[in-house]
């Protein structure tokens, strides 16, 4: 393999892993610009996704119907967690709220562990999404490509629906200035409640190309994939969705080239040396990268 | 069209508004004047349901504001421009005042009424692709009002339309605020600017630490050395 085709073959790679990033950082970014809420259950709703694709599977479902399926329930458990753990709670200090999305966590991993037992469980996905691509010399996943066509079918639409639609415009509206939004009359309820929807929704998409990646689910998987969603908001300016988005192929990027910039010796270490690109990051754009820089309105 | 029936609000432990009593009548620009403190914008988030009335009523056409969600009370058509402007910094003009409109339901509309406020303030016309952070002061309280204009309000509530801004601009935004009364417009205004208020209002009620202290029509008020005061300390 030629060192060209090992960088498109990293690149790929890169790409493919920010996607999902992206997609997961999205829905924390959603929350976080209306309502100044870190929900760190979003990454339950991945594991609630994932099981109930694998419930339908078991039942005899075709695997997209399931995935659909599944992707269906994270999004209305979404739901249900804004209703009854954050509405509320709703205006209650940042740090109440924080804590309660760890209370939602904790509760959900603990009804996983009730209700399917706390081991792992395999993830069956069809054969096509486990084969790879031959390019001459290069070998592409295509789970890989499917990522990254996914997250781009996605992430264009959602371009569309917060440039174009009323309910988008109002969503980025409620998250610039929570009081002029309800001053003119935008249903704020209704405007959080379609953040959560789609947050959950995209995090529904996300658990089942994560499972597929990883081959098994267990109740605690939504933890790491939250983590790095929270670093990848951070990162591209917390709240920001372009911010999420950025941050999330950065982060990407940014593992796999330390993957395979790192000697051998040192890579297990690799999210050691993420976090500290995030630190010397944070310590010259506080915001992220395209954070805002909190101006003083005079 | 709007009373006011001895309201008292409470920020925590303090008494912001110590039983306030008062009227706004369809058709009339009504100015509550007030140093800093005094209740004015106080009064105005109590009537768009943003601050909760402890006690006493604020009527809108025989319904009960302090019962209503600010969501309701745009709906009723009672809008706010609030003070320090709020314009969504990040929107263009143009989705800006589509926010303004959101209430609404009839489109073909709109697209007329952006025009009309582009006609009142052109600027806004010009900057239509620009985000609301990049425009001046002067234009972003344009951007404000002209935004309240976009739902239609019935009653229009304007919190401190002239803090901070130049003469020249003052001006403009009083000539709107007077074309906007011919038109038959409700507004209730919210002003340090004394003088300024007095030019275009048809009554007044003075403020002073959550009370009303004084009140009355312009020529009544005229020369009352309460209001004189105001308008040389203010």
Redesign the interface.
Known sequence: MTSVEFFIQQAINAISIGSLYALMAIGLAMVFGILRLINFAHGDLIMVGSYATLMLLGAGLPFWLAAFGGVVTSTIAGLIMERIAYRPIRGAPDVAMLLTSFAVTILLENAAILIFNPTAKPFPAPAILRDALQFGNLRVASLDIVAIVVAFALLVSLTLFVTRTEVGISMRAASEDLLAARLVGINVNAVIAYAFAIGSMLAGVVGILWSIRVGRIDPFMGFYPVLKAFVASVIGGLGSLPGAVLGGYVLGILEIMLQGLLPASLSPFRDGFVFAALIILLLFRPNGILGSTEREKI | MLRFENVHVYYGQVHALKGITGEVHEGELVAILGANGAGKSTTLMSV?G?LKTRTGKIIYEDKDLTQAS??NI??LGV????E????????TVL?NL???S??RRDRSEVKKDIDWVCSLFPVLGERAGQTG?TLS?GEQQMLAIG??LM?RPRLLMLDEPSL?LAPVIVQTIFDVIRKLHEQGVTILLVEQNARKALQVADRCYLMETGSVVLSGTVEELRGNPEIERFYLGG
């Open positions: 768009s943003i600010p969501y745009v709906q809008i706010q421009c609030p320090g402007r709020h314009i969504f910094g990040g929107l989705e589509l926010m303004g959101v209430r952070a002061g935004r309240s739902s901070g």
